[in-house]
């Protein structure tokens, strides 16, 4: 599709929905909606040797969802008319597909591997991009071997990163995901929530002659974090140290030089990056910083290097081979065209508990968006409510729904073959439900299987009569299962970038602006006019629930400060 159109209309009607390839998914989906994955596997025995994919030491699984070749191939045709092949080259030359805040969207130069030159209005970005991942080594180092002292003469054991948003959850993932390889005796704590409860019970675990700060803000003037960073300067002085001291203890990691002098951070301690990297894509700079702490420099690099060969992958593989562009052709097609509304992410490991968390601001900032590139409400779904927690800790709570509930969930699985513990015999098991879950949400248990099953297990007539009903699966409910060999830097930062792609993908087909998040700028507004009226009382003309609220807090809030 050529999306040349410039007006508010032309934009509706040119909407792709309105397209030959959507069109035609429709046709399809109506046709095909209740066939059963049972019945493409009984088919196609080998379907699963061809629905499947090995990157490097991850097997991607993709034949466990509700679509055939024909489908797949309609959905392919779907993204030529979106000109996805163009997009994916236009956001590596540098053009500035970010268009409402007229920039680049150039994450990938931050993890570029080759000598190739990454072009930001004719100026290759990469010397700058190579300088500070070199001045980040060499503090790494310093902090890690114990020559970079704190006040009064001691090694840092503590690093405490002050962030929100981008600025925290992709580091905070990251360093949670590669704790097997983090330095003993060197903790990384990460503080973000402007509740007090977080930064106070943080600064209770830590001592301040032998703890580092970073304040990780790219605008830093974000409200939450500097707020959390005053707070700690605060407590870090009143522990005895002094102003001269901060410059030990305080770095920063930001693209906002005046602000970070401001603050009182010497500015030789500060990491910068630059306007091209979103938040939520910038644990690859020096957001990542507590990730060098954590794992060094060389692990990090392993990590820039596994997104880099994803990266490769992507901007070179046809589309019916690419990865990222098959991930998102499916999440299109339960969207838009079966119905579904959100996306389950289960990672079979604990040391992935954060991943949830850190896609859910990937996926849903990017493409949780109404307006099209040409000013146009669209007239389809976009992005979906992305969720998920670990296994098998979630089978014990709201697998009920994914299995019986009337919503359609489709869910990726996400496990790891060789475990970083000796404990085989609960990594066996965890494995097994992993792969036992992915399984009975596709087969179910239709009513004769259950009453066989129960006939079988000694129930007479009336009780099955009563109870088979309630213990029926109808199961096709769609998964892809990702199994890591290991869980190490190159494998998860090739794991991330499949998962950035796959969101960049589905925005242009929905034909949105991933990079932008004008959606929480409201909130962020009338959070600064309602600040004081908590004290003043509530404005004139607030609407009569904010009121009242507001009302209520003042007139309940204990005056003991
Ligand atoms: C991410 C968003 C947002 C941002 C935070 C923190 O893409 O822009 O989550 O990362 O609001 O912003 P600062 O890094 O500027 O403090």
Redesign the pocket.
């Known amino acids: 599709m050529d999306n040349n159109y410039t007006t508010y209309d032309e934009g509706l009607m040119n909407s792709v929905a309105t397209g030959r390839a959507w069109r035609a998914l429709i046709a399809y989906s109506e046709k095909n909606k209740s066939v059963h994955m049972q019945n493409l596997f009984a088919r196609d025995p080998d379907r699963a040797k061809r629905y499947s994919a090995l990157f490097e030491d991850i097997y991607l699984d993709y034949s466990k969802n509700r679509i055939d070749d024909e489908g797949m191939s309609l959905l392919l045709d779907l993204a030529q008319e979106c000109d996805v092949a163009k997009g994916i080259q236009r956001m590596f030359a540098g053009e500035h597909i970010n268009i409402t805040e007229d920039r680049p969207v150039l994450h990938t130069a931050l993890r570029n591997r080759s000598d190739r030159a990454v072009l930001v209005d004719e100026t290759d970005v990469m010397p700058a991009v190579r300088k500070v991942l070199s001045r980040i080594e060499k503090f790494s180092n310093a902090v890690r071997g114990g020559r970079w002292q704190g006040h009064t003469g001691k090694a840092i054991s503590d690093v405490v990163n002050i962030?929100?948003?981008?600025?925290h959850l992709g580091p905070q993932m990251v360093t949670e995901a590669l704790q097997a390889y983090a330095q003993s005796g060197l903790r990384v704590h990460f503080v973000s929530n402007i509740d007090g409860v977080d930064i106070s019970r943080t600064l209770q675990t830590v001592n301040a002659d032998t703890t580092l700060f970073i304040i990780?803000?790219?605008?830093f003037t974000?409200q939450e974090?500097m707020t959390n960073a005053h707070a700690a300067r605060d407590w870090f002085l009143q522990q005895g140290a002094t102003e001269a001291d901060v410059a030990r203890h305080f770095v920063a990691v930001s693209t906002n030089r005046n602000e970070v002098a401001r603050f009182g951070i010497d500015t030789d301690n500060m990491f910068g990056f630059w306007n091209w990297v979103?938040?939520?894509y910038s644990l690859w700079s020096a957001i990542g910083l507590p990730i060098v702490l954590s794992v060094g420099f060389a692990r990090f690099s392993e990590l820039l290097a596994g997104a880099h060969a994803m990266d490769e992958h992507f901007r070179r593989t046809p589309l019916e081979q690419n990865l990222p562009v098959i991930l998102a052709l499916l999440g299109v097609w339960y969207i838009n065209f079966l119905g579904a509304r959100s996306h389950a992410i289960l990672p079979y490991a604990e040391h992935l508990r954060w991943l949830p968390d850190y896609l859910q601001?990937a996926d849903m900032?990017s493409n949780g968006k109404q307006t099209n590139l040409h000013g146009s409400f669209v007239d389809y779904q976009t992005g979906p409510v992305l969720w998920g927690s670990p296994g098998s800790n979630g089978q014990h709570a709201y697998f009920q729904l994914l299995h019986q509930g009337t919503h359609l969930v489709p869910a990726d699985f996400i496990a790891v073959v060789n475990p970083s513990h000796d404990l085989a015999t609960h990594h066996e098991l965890l494995l097994a439900n992993c792969l036992a879950q992915s399984e009975a949400l596709m087969l179910g248990r239709t009513l004769e299987q259950t009453t066989e099953q129960m006939r079988a297990d000694g129930y007479d007539d009336d009780t099955i009569q009563r109870l088979a009903p309630h213990r029926v699966f109808d199961g096709n409910r769609p998964s892809n299962t990702i199994l890591l060999r290991q869980l190490e830097p190159r494998s998860l930062g090739s794991l991330l970038a499949l998962y950035e792609h796959k969101i960049f993908v589905q925005g242009l087909i929905w034909d949105i602006n991933s990079f932008d998040?004008w959606g929480v700028e409201l909130g962020k507004q009338l959070a600064s006019e309602i600040l004081p009226e908590l004290n003043e009382g509530p404005a004139q003309g607030r609407n009569t629930s904010t009121r009242l609220l507001i009302e209520y807090c003042r007139s309940q809030t204990d005056k003991k400060h």
């Open positions: 962030g929100i948003g981008g600025s990780a803000s790219k605008s974000t974090t979103g938040g939520r601001q900032e998040q």
